[in-house]
Structure formats: structure tokens, C-alpha cells
């Protein structure tokens, strides 16, 4: 495939301690090409270790029969418990599909963990973004967020599929899963999250809920990565014009555990459902959102 996957960097305990990339297959329309995650050594770029579905060359160290789809995203890696040893990715491929993996015990094992498009036409929910993942803390206790929208950039003017946002949680952010756990675990579909989409302001998202979403404008995408920072969410979407540089561009501010807005964007002293999004005066293809600490 073509190397869309920017790499990330990890420390990881297999066979002694070493500096990794992990690295999606990166973006080919045919079904048997980038269907794969890779981990290769940051000092020589051998290929250490890698997971793919049916097809495609190579024998992988890992089979997984529901990678059929490429993974142009960012792999995001994170460390689980703090002793300086990455232990935990997710990731996200063109079939809507929402990946965790866990290193444990010099093994790497991984599952669906969302499937959140459809066969209908208008649910072909493509992910070219990774998840952002932000560790959150309830009454039921703690759990990772993973906030992704959806958009094909291979049809920046198309309007057929309804794209969405969607915050998941994963209710299990410190307990590493065997293999035989992820095969006999069922992922979240997207008909089991809350819908946030009509009035914000007044959705309900209990905490059992496995996550909440939100139906975007007609023609709406979202190309960039999220930020969480706060308990609020923050994403550019974009509907695109007749060419590239006549896209309208929306920035979302809403709170992670409800999906209301979060933020007075509108700058009338008051939180409303006009507050969700704000129009952006930049047109063309929006950015990815940065924060900056100022003093």
C-alpha cells in the first residue's frame, strides 16, 4: 500500500528492551494489500512483527480474519500502567472498524474493539484519522476514550454516506487480553451507542453507555485527528465546494462523557445547541487543531 501510516515510536519489552515503530499498511483500494499492522526495529527497520487478515503476501504473526481493510491512520500507542513500557495500541482501517491490541508477556494480541459502519451505501463510514485516546475517570470507574470521526478523502464531494463522530469507550484500560479473550469478545456496533445528534443540550449519556455519536452535516467529513483536552472534545469537519479551496470548515466543541457543547463559542454568555460547532473563516482543507499553553 502507500505509506499514509505515519509511524509511532514505542519502548517495548520483547525479547529485551528496544525501540520500535508501529506502523499501519498504509492506503491501497485492493482488499489484500494494506490490510496490516507492522512493528519494525527503530534502529534497523527490520520487520519484527506483524498482523494481517486473509491474503496478501507473507506469513503473519498474527491472523486476524476481520482485517480486511487498509489502515492508513496513525497507530496510537500508549503506556497502560506507567512503567515506561508501551503496552497498548488501537487503530482504525477504511472498513469502520476501531482495533485494540495489547503487548503482554513478550505476545501481542488484538481484536475488533468498534465496528461502527454498514453494508447500506450511506453507512460505507471510512476512518483515515487515528482515534484519540484519553483516559477518563467515573462513578463506574476508569476508562479509555477513543474520539474519531469519519470521511472518505478518496470522495471529498461526496454526500451519500451520513459520516459521524463517535466517542467509544473501552471499560477496560489497565486488564491486557489474551487471544482467546478478543475472539470470544463481541465489538461495539454503532446501533448500541447513544445519538446525540438532536439537541445536544439535552442528550442523556449514562455511564453504561459504550460511547455516544453524532450525525455531522450533509456532506460533512472529518479528515484530522481529534484533540481531548479538558473533558472536551475538539475536531475540525469539513464540507468541500466545487473544488478544494470553496470547503466550508466547522470547529467542534463538545463535552467528551455527553456529547453537548462544551464551549461558548458564539461568545454570548450562554452554552446552547448553536454552541456545538462554529464556522470557520479558513476555507480549503482545515488543519489539524494544536493547543498551546500560554501564560
Given at each position: 500500500?502507500?505509506?499514509?501510516?505515519?509511524?509511532?515510536?514505542?519502548?517495548?519489552?520483547?525479547?529485551?528492551?528496544?525501540?520500535?515503530?508501529?506502523?499501519?499498511?498504509?492506503?491501497?483500494?485492493?482488499?489484500?494489500?494494506?490490510?496490516?499492522?507492522?512493528?519494525?526495529?527503530?534502529?534497523?527497520?527490520?520487520?519484527?512483527?506483524?498482523?494481517?487478515?486473509?491474503?496478501?503476501?507473507?506469513?503473519?504473526?498474527?491472523?486476524?480474519?476481520?482485517?480486511?481493510?487498509?489502515?492508513?491512520?496513525?497507530?496510537?500507542?500508549?503506556?497502560?500502567?506507567?512503567?515506561?513500557?508501551?503496552?497498548?495500541?488501537?487503530?482504525?482501517?477504511?472498513?469502520?472498524?476501531?482495533?485494540?491490541?495489547?503487548?503482554?508477556?513478550?505476545?501481542?494480541?488484538?481484536?475488533?474493539?468498534?465496528?461502527?459502519?454498514g453494508t447500506p451505501p450511506e453507512h460505507a463510514r471510512r476512518f483515515f484519522n487515528p482515534p484519540d485516546v484519553a483516559l477518563v475517570r467515573d462513578r463506574d470507574g476508569p476508562y479509555f476514550s477513543l474520539a474519531i470521526g469519519s470521511g472518505d478523502r478518496r470522495a471529498p464531494l461526496g454526500t451519500i454516506v451520513q459520516a459521524r463522530f463517535y466517542s467509544i469507550r473501552d471499560r477496560d484500560p489497565f486488564t491486557p487480553f489474551s487471544q482467546a479473550d478478543y475472539d470470544a469478545s463481541a465489538p461495539i456496533l454503532d446501533d448500541a451507542l447513544v445519538d446525540v445528534t438532536a439537541g445536544f443540550s439535552s442528550a442523556d449519556v449514562?455511564?453504561?453507555?459504550?460511547?455516544?455519536?453524532?450525525?455531522?452535516?450533509?456532506?460533512?467529513?472529518?479528515?484530522?485527528?481529534?484533540?481531548?483536552?479538558?473533558?472536551?472534545?475538539?475536531?475540525?469537519?469539513?464540507?468541500?465546494?466545487?473544488?478544494?479551496?470553496?470547503?466550508?470548515n466547522h470547529l467542534y466543541a463538545l463535552k467528551l462523557e455527553a456529547g453537548k457543547p462544551a464551549l461558548d463559542l458564539d461568545g454570548d454568555q450562554a452554552i446552547t445547541d448553536e454552541d456545538a460547532s462554529l464556522r470557520l473563516t479558513h476555507r480549503g482543507s482545515p488543519g489539524e487543531l494544536r493547543m498551546a499553553l500560554v501564560p
Open positions: 500500500g502507500e505509506a499514509w501510516s505515519t509511524p509511532s515510536i514505542a519502548r517495548i519489552q520483547r525479547t529485551g528492551e528496544r525501540f520500535v515503530l508501529f506502523v499501519g499498511g498504509g492506503y491501497s483500494e485492493a482488499g489484500d494489500t494494506a490490510h496490516r499492522i507492522f512493528m519494525l526495529d527503530a534502529e534497523t527497520g527490520a520487520r519484527l512483527w506483524f498482523a494481517s487478515g486473509p491474503g496478501g503476501e507473507g506469513e503473519p504473526d498474527l491472523t486476524l480474519p476481520a482485517m480486511r481493510h487498509a489502515i492508513p491512520a496513525r497507530v496510537s500507542v500508549l503506556d497502560t500502567d506507567g512503567d515506561g513500557f508501551w503496552d497498548r495500541l488501537y487503530a482504525a482501517d477504511l472498513g469502520g472498524q476501531l482495533w485494540r491490541f495489547d503487548i503482554a508477556n513478550d505476545q501481542i494480541a488484538g481484536g475488533v474493539l468498534a465496528s461502527l459502519a449514562p455511564h453504561s453507555a459504550r460511547g455516544w455519536k453524532i450525525d455531522l452535516r450533509p456532506g460533512e467529513k472529518v479528515f484530522t485527528e481529534a484533540t481531548t483536552v479538558d473533558g472536551t472534545i475538539l475536531f475540525t469537519a469539513s464540507i468541500a465546494g466545487d473544488c478544494a479551496v470553496d470547503a466550508i
